[in-house]
T-cell receptor, first 113, second 111 residues
Framework: KAGVTQTPRYLIKTRGQQVTLSCSPI?????VSWYQQTPGQGLQFLFE???????NKGNFPGRFSGRQFSNSRSEMNVSTLELGDSALYLC????????????FGEGSRLTVL | SQQGEEDPQALSIQEGENATMNCSYK?????LQWYRQNSGRGLVHLIL?????REKHSGRLRVTLDTSKKSSSLLITASRAADTASYFC???????????FGEGTQLTVNP
């Protein structure tokens, strides 16, 4: 069974640009969650999508958005990038059971210059 | 602030020794989970313990949960250099709808 796939793995952007990250969950999983990981803030929850609907949202500005497609693949977008957006963005899939085990991808490392 | 707080922040031991990491949380939980992360990689689920359980084992891992003290511990026995990683606890709150992660413990096992 293939794991969670995130693309791209690494990317460099400049301030003011926008970026789109992609996540393909484990086959059969209907929930996709996104987390931002930085040395100073640790793992911060961004949002969760379940069956194409945003089920939960963290405390991030509106520049951070996401969506989920009918095949459960998910994308997140960050507009008007700031230096502080430099982070490892992790996607996790699950069956959708609240509080259940999460399966993480390897992450997308974003550097904003 | 984070719901789960791990202690210590960093731990360095010799191969063959046991490693113990602790996690404290603030409110009622349905379950508590431990994850491992190798440097710059994704997290890997290690073990889940439900609020009505007190201890759970998986290979060289032993997890305990004390809901009265709102704390959990992860014990890795006979550690190996390959166990070097960051370890996170994550809580499923009764009042919440998602897992909340702690800051993590950086474990270094010296060969």
């Amino acid at each position: 069974k293939a794991g969670v796939t995130q693309t791209p793995r690494y990317l460099i952007k400049t301030r003011g640009q926008q970026v789109t990250l992609s996540c393909s969950p484990i086959s059969g999983h209907r929930s996709v969650s996104w987390y931002q990981q930085t040395p100073g803030q640790g793992l911060q929850f961004l949002f969760e999508y379940f069956s194409e609907t945003q089920r939960n949202k963290g405390n991030f500005p509106g520049r951070f958005s996401g969506r989920q497609f009918s095949n459960s693949r998910s994308e997140m977008n960050v507009s008007t990038l700031e230096l502080g957006d430099s982070a490892l963005y992790l996607c996790a899939s699950s069956s959708g059971l609240v509080g259940g085990e999460l399966f993480f991808g390897e992450g997308s490392r974003l550097t904003v210059l | 602030s984070q719901q789960g707080e791990e202690d210590p922040q960093a731990l360095s031991i010799q191969e063959g020794e046991n490693a113990t990491m602790n996690c404290s949380y603030k409110t009622s939980i349905n379950n508590l989970q431990w994850y491992r992360q190798n440097s710059g990689r994704g997290l890997v689920h290690l073990i889940l313990i439900r609020s009505n359980e007190r201890e759970k084992h998986s290979g060289r891992l032993r997890v305990t949960l004390d809901t009265s003290k709102k704390s959990s511990s992860l014990l890795i026995t006979a550690s190996r250099a390959a166990d070097t990683a960051s370890y996170f606890c994550a809580t499923d709150l009764t009042s919440g709808s998602r897992l909340t992660f702690g800051e993590g413990t950086q474990l270094t096992v010296n060969p």
